[in-house]
């Protein structure tokens, strides 16, 4: 049985919210982790936080590829969000 693969969308980053599911990621001390259980019992999504900051400083990754004008201006506040939750 081939596993259908999923289109991850990065730009939820910006809202600390899963690529894979939406679901609000969760702060697990150096990571944010989806509280989405899949079925092999692990976490449907995680990232270090450092990764997700690194992703969202990067304009050609695909975490800023979609973003509105809007969203671009508000990066920094959201990486801030993600340092404080440290």
Request: glycine share 2%; hydrophobic share 35%.
């Amino acid at each position: 049985m081939v596993e259908e693969k999923t289109t991850k969308r990065w730009q939820n980053l910006l809202h600390k919210k899963c690529p894979n599911c939406d679901s609000r990621l969760e702060d697990a001390n150096l990571f944010l982790k989806c509280p989405t259980m899949r079925e092999d019992g692990k976490s449907c999504f995680f990232i270090k936080k450092t990764k997700a900051i690194e992703f969202l400083l990067d304009p050609t990754h695909k975490a800023n590829i979609c973003l509105s004008d809007h969203e671009r201006g508000i990066i920094k506040e959201a990486i801030q969000k993600i340092v404080d939750m440290a």
